[in-house]
């Protein structure tokens, strides 16, 4: 297990006047590191022992919370195998010499691999009290859930989901609104001779949980690859129904779910090509229309928040218009240091939580380690980077996302989550991914104003004189 004291993040607990007496708070995170082998790209909370603490599960493990330093094994851990590697696997340290290294290759070993775990999440699909394990594994494959032995140890037993779990950022949430979540994702139906894409969801028959789960098309037939990025959903008109967001626009809940209608597709370019990481609907500017955040590029650079316009095009379809927080590639070279100097690629994993506790949600994104090994992608090199993005709405309803640096060796999977793992209130932050599994503590305390404005992030250099 290892611990440090990580980059301090600070934020005033009320608006800032210069002269005010209001306190200032200072946000810090302290990484506790669970394991520096690859088992997954995501990472969740749940609690598996029913003592009313949150646990972590990761790959085929879980760790008992809030100490973290108790592992169990769920499910089979050896000789794993997945699309892109196998589990264990032998690394080369010399000439003659070879070590048996446990997981997949990542930042132990030297080649790019893929686990066969994507995606984790906890809830009592079984209906018996205790939170269960849904698991996501590599894109094109099926989706298991894990039925908790309610405390009587070993291996969980495993039940089919779904056959065919398309996209690469599927989520786990109530779209229906009847209180139960539903696996929201694209997948693959043969009709006849071919093999044809739909958008749509999954839920199982709550009386039987373990039959395999019904798919709900919602959208007419298509020709989506496995490999599409981007997913997400959210009330994006402020009809009280939610609509799914995918990279290309967003799909309209209609009024009734009965014999599942096709969904009205709206088409907006939110992240086009290869597509973006989760995607929320949320009222950035406090102007009462819902808005629309993602990255812009999981395996590429930009971060961006999409402004829903008053104005209607001439057949009263809404329109957005762009804001950068980080901007996009644009040719061969990087894009340009955002105005607090700040730039890094691979934002394949993005969450929307109030990290200060002044009412808005803040943006939790950073990058994520060898997408594609250690020569792929852009500066596959660079620090794993961990960010928040803060908040901060103007009276003139202007908008600011202020960077606060969490850690710079850890990143994020296709998956980071936001939430309390260690029951005081404040969002920790959890990450699975080639470094291992981390959960980032958050802790806040009082502090100087002189301490305060030095654990501020500065205005780049070049951009200071045009800052008004």
Wanted: aromatic residues 12%.
């Amino acid at each position: 297990m290892k611990s440090r004291l990580v980059f301090l993040a600070a934020v005033v607990s009320a608006p800032f006047l210069a002269g005010a007496a209001d306190e200032l708070t200072l946000h810090t995170f302290k990484k506790v590191q669970l394991s520096d082998q690859f088992w997954s790209e995501g990472a969740n909370l749940g609690d598996f022992n029913k003592d009313g603490k949150m646990d972590v599960v990761s790959g085929p493990f879980w760790w008992e919370g809030p100490e973290f330093k108790r592992r169990h094994e769920y499910d089979v851990a050896d000789k794993r195998k997945s699309p892109g590697g196998s589990a264990p696997f032998e690394l080369k340290l010399g000439p003659m010499t070879k070590v048996t290294v446990p997981g997949f290759h990542g930042g132990l070993g030297k080649e790019n691999a893929y686990s066969d775990n994507f995606f984790a999440f906890a809830h009592d699909i079984s209906g018996d009290g205790w939170d269960d394990i849904l698991i996501l594994g590599f894109p094109s494959a099926a989706s298991y859930w894990y039925e908790n032995p309610k405390g009587a140890g070993g291996l969980w037993k495993k039940h089919l989901a779904v056959d065919l779990t398309d996209n690469e950022s599927p989520t786990f949430g109530d779209i229906t609104g009847d209180g139960k979540p539903e696996l929201l994702f694209h997948t693959r139906i043969k009709e006849g001779t071919n093999m044809v894409s739909y958008f749509g969801y999954a839920q199982p028959d709550w009386s039987k949980p373990t039959e395999k789960w019904t798919f709900h098309k919602i959208s007419t037939p298509g020709k989506w690859h496995w490999f599409n990025h981007g997913y997400g959903f959210g009330d994006v008109n402020n009809d009280g129904k939610l609509d799914i967001l995918e990279k290309d626009g967003w799909w309209e809940q209609p009024k009734s779910l009965a014999g599942d209608p096709t969904w009205k597709q709206h088409k907006v370019p939110f992240a086009p090509a290869h597509g973006s990481a989760q995607m929320y609907a949320y009222d950035v500017n406090g102007d009462g229309l819902n808005d629309v955040i993602t990255s812009l590029a999981a395996h590429g650079y930009g971060l961006a928040w999409f402004e829903q316009l008053k104005e209607r095009d001439a057949d009263g379809s809404i329109r957005f218009t762009q804001h950068n927080i980080m901007e996009p590639k644009k040719g061969n070279a990087p894009p340009p240091l955002n105005k607090y100097g700040v730039r890094f690629s691979q934002l394949h994993a993005v969450d929307l939580v109030d990290i200060d506790g002044d009412g808005l949600k803040d943006i939790v994104t950073g990058k994520r380690f060898w997408a594609h090994g250690p020569a792929g992608d852009d500066e596959p090199g660079a620090p794993a980077v961990l960010y928040w993005f803060k908040l901060v709405r103007g009276a003139d309803k202007s908008v600011d996302w202020v960077p606060y640096q969490i850690d710079n060796d850890s990143g994020v999977g296709t998956q980071v989550v936001a939430a309390d793992a260690n029951g005081d209130g404040l969002p920790d932050i959890v990450v699975g991914n080639k470094k291992g599994t981390f959960v980032h503590i958050h802790s806040k305390k009082t502090v100087s104003q002189e301490e305060w404005d030095k654990a501020q992030p500065k205005l780049a250099a070049p951009q200071r004189a045009e800052v008004k």
